[in-house]
């Protein structure tokens, strides 16, 4: 019970850590239409300069404040240089854009920082365990990742359903020439989303930093993940994208637990192992399959 218990705790850490990224990419995959490989490159920006900012001032907040003001300038940048002028363009052009983008950043930030990875200690405030029950102590910066996506859907739910600015955002997604028509800026519009997806991208690279290695390359690894959590949500949802972000981390964490001691049960070791092995990196791709095969367009599209 109780390595089920954190099994899903796990599982909650990694799905908050998918909507962080995943929200910003759906908001810019669903409302503009755009198909933004960079997106994994803001994470990586952000947890570049939030671990600098640590190594230099040793404040968790200035690095927290660092990593979020440097992926979202460079978003804008990217975006006001490179992805305006393809919003009318065919997907293939933004593909082949945003992969030179990916090409081109990884280089700048190895002139810059190098190759070697770069270590980010865990702030002292959140270092330790907390006992959430008799024998289960959990890391308190993982349960602080929790609630910080938690936080983050709450607010989002708040800004796309009831504010003026996400009215603007359903609408551009819906009718683009009818809202630019009714006097509103358009261009000001998307570059501000553009700009919070990946402000939202430097929020996971500071909290990831501490968990993870921070170096060249980092943000490709996830980003396939990240779009199957769209994908299962329903591109353009909020709701989707958070619904498919817990889904992808509790399959993953609790198929990572119990999927090689069943293999294990049923068959040798040297063929459950490989089985095993093979199916845990394949459970969330399986899963997605399966959504697809019962709702197309994904289990909360923003439109159909």
């Known amino acids: 019970m109780i390595l089920f218990i954190e099994q899903v ?12 990224l995943a929200s910003g990419l759906t908001l810019v995959f669903g409302i503009m239409g755009v198909i933004n490989l960079t997106h994994g490159t ?6 570049y300069c939030g671990a600098l900012t640590v190594a230099s001032t040793g404040s968790f907040f200035m690095g927290l404040l660092a990593a979020m003001a440097g992926a979202g300038l460079y978003g804008l940048l990217v975006e006001s240089t490179v992805v305006r002028w393809l919003y009318n363009r065919d997907h293939l052009y933004q593909v082949l854009a945003t992969l030179g983008l990916i ?3 990884n280089e700048a930030v190895t002139l810059i920082v190098g190759r070697s990875p770069i270590f980010m200690n865990i702030p002292p405030f959140l270092e330790g365990s907390v006992t959430l029950f008799p024998g289960l102590a959990y890391p308190l910066m993982r349960l602080a990742l929790i609630v910080v996506g938690l936080a983050v859907a709450f607010g989002l739910w708040l800004l796309v359903n009831h504010t003026r600015f996400g ?4 609408a551009g997604a819906d009718d683009r020439q009818m809202v630019d028509a ?15 997806g ?5 929020l996971a690279g500071v909290m990831a930093a501490p968990l993870l290695a921070v170096e060249i390359a980092m943000g490709e690894r996830i980003l396939i993940t990240t779009f199957v959590v769209i994908v299962i949500g329903g591109v353009g949802s909020i709701r989707g994208a958070f619904v498919g972000a817990m889904l992808v981390g509790m ?4 198929g990572r637990a119990y999927v090689p001691q069943i ?16 199916l845990v990196s394949a459970s969330i791709y399986v899963l997605m399959a399966l959504v697809l095969l019962v709702r197309p367009y994904g289990l909360f599209p923003a439109r159909s």
């Open 182 to 196: 009714l006097g509103v800026n358009m261009r000001r519009l998307y570059m501000s989303v553009f700009g919070l």
């Open 9 to 20: 705790l796990n599982g909650l850490q990694y799905g908050a850590f998918l909507f962080l």
């Open 42 to 47: 803001f994470y990586m920006i952000g947890a």
């Open 198 to 202: 990946a402000i939202l991208c430097g």
């Open 103 to 105: 090409l081109f950043t």
């Open 167 to 170: 009215m603007l955002m359903r």
């Open 251 to 254: 399959v993953d964490s609790l």
């Open 263 to 278: 293999f294990t049960a049923l068959l040798p070791y040297s063929v459950a192992d490989t089985l095993a092995a093979g």
